[in-house]
């Protein structure tokens, strides 16, 4: 090997960096797997852990919940993109007289495309990089390991409790976000732009289509799932103090914004790529 990294350093070199990058991936994967598969433990043996954790991720702690914590910022952040649709929608759709169809724009690109993505960019950039933090503070401090001397297993008790609280609270925060999004659209159009009540609610209730938004709750879990599991990764193997810490906590939410716009692909082609068809409701 040493006469190899003599004659051929940069091909070593290579190898070497890919063979890390393969080991990662491993390591991230037998993670993950570990943290699913004691989710059922979590819930059994760490209940209150759980119950304090969704109630942290929701309305926050300290200073934060003042503001509401993840609930107001995914709230306004959908609100504010629901009215941007609505300007868009109802500007470019006038050029070409048809901004009656603002109401389907909105029913169609607020549920298939901009709520789920934007709620999964509010969960990384809240709960995400705060569940990196706490658990990348937590191992330069070096108390996970003092969970371990006590016969505490870290992965169910730190890191699947806060997957299954990313679970459960996501329910109720995308909720909230899919209502500002559909609120947000109908008044820019309806008081802002002037448009008949009646016309833009015909055609938002004409193409807003249950199974729609079933799959767009779908795609909501499975972010909240990808965001909390890339967090506690990175958080949970930080190292290096607090600049460690903050490195991890840069790289889990670069990761974590791939995987939010990756998700939202393979579950478009998923469920729209086979027709992409226009479908009524009813």
């Not at 890919?18 to 993950?32: K, M, P, W, Y």
């Not at 050029?95 to 603002?102: D, H, K, M, S």
């Not at 833009?200 to 004409?206: A, G, I, K, L, R």
């Not at 795609?219 to 490195?247: D, E, K, N, R, S």
Request: charged letters at 10%.
């Amino acid at each position: 090997m040493a006469v190899m990294s003599w004659r051929f350093p940069r091909a070593v070199r290579r190898m070497t960096r890919a063979s890390s990058t393969v080991d990662r991936v491993g390591e991230q994967a037998l993670f993950f797997g570990r943290a699913l598969a004691t989710i059922p433990r979590a819930l059994m043996h760490y209940p209150k852990e759980t119950l304090r954790l969704v109630a942290e991720i929701s309305m926050g702690t300290g200073a934060l919940a003042v503001i509401g914590g993840t609930v107001v910022i995914v709230g306004f952040l959908t609100l504010f993109t629901g009215g941007i649709i609505a300007v868009q929608g109802f500007s470019s759709l006038g050029n070409i007289g048809v901004e009656a169809l603002t109401g389907f724009f909105a029913a169609f690109i607020n549920v298939r495309i901009a709520a789920p993505t934007i709620a999964g960019i509010g969960l990384a950039a809240t709960i995400g990089a705060g569940s990196t933090a706490q658990l990348g503070a937590m191992r330069v401090s070096e108390e996970i390991d003092a969970l371990e001397t006590m016969a505490i297993p870290s992965i169910p008790y730190l890191v699947s409790t806060r997957v299954l609280a990313g679970m459960i609270a996501i329910i109720p925060l995308y909720s909230l976000a899919v209502i500002a999004s559909f609120v947000a659209s109908r008044f820019a159009t309806v008081v802002l732009y002037g448009q008949s009540a009646g016309v833009y609610d015909h055609y938002f209730t004409t193409f807003l289509i249950p199974t729609d938004i079933l799959w767009s709750f779908v795609q909501a879990i499975v972010m909240a799932i990808a965001v909390m599991l890339i967090h506690t990764y990175y958080g949970f193997t930080a190292g290096g103090g607090p600049v460690g810490v903050g490195v991890a906590v840069g790289n889990a939410v670069r990761a974590s914004l791939v995987a939010v716009v990756t998700v939202t692909l393979l579950i478009s082609l998923a469920v729209y790529g086979a027709t992409g068809n226009f479908n009524l409701s009813g």
